[in-house]
């Protein structure tokens, strides 16, 4: 099981840090990621990390907004969001790889999270 927490409304230009924790026939050996879905359309890839946190992968939208991270002792992923703006307001879900690394794909994941919801604010 995925449960990700965290989401809320922000102003532009603020920050979020998201956490998706991790139970269950998920562990610490699965490549993770976030994906998101706005009003109308499809779900996109946000950000993902391997196993071990020694590889991300980031949507071109995001990137240098944006931040991975894993703890594995807590079993828990992270995404740290910075300057935000109002085209990143959509249901975050994180989801577990089906294999150590991970994919840009909704398809290369087996278990996902019941989503949070980031506004932000113009």
């Known amino acids: 099981q995925l449960q990700a927490s965290g989401g809320g409304l922000v102003q532009a230009g603020g920050s979020l840090k998201l956490s998706c924790a991790a139970s269950?026939?998920?562990?610490?050996?699965?490549?993770m990621g976030w994906f998101r879905q706005a009003p109308g359309k499809e779900r996109d890839f946000v950000a993902a990390?391997?196993?071990?946190?020694?590889?991300?992968g980031y949507a071109d939208s995001v990137k240098g907004r944006f931040t991975i991270s894993r703890d594995n002792a807590k079993n828990t992923v992270y995404l740290q969001m910075t300057s935000l703006n109002p085209e990143d307001t959509a249901v975050y879900y994180c989801?577990?790889?089906?294999?150590?690394?991970?994919?840009?794909?909704?398809?290369?994941?087996?278990?996902w999270g019941q989503g949070t919801l980031v506004t932000v604010s113009s």
């Open positions: 990390v391997s196993w071990n946190g020694g590889s991300t």
């Open positions: 269950g026939r998920t562990s610490s050996n699965n490549g």
């Open positions: 989801a577990a790889a089906l294999g150590s690394y991970y994919s840009t794909r909704s398809s290369g994941y087996r278990y």
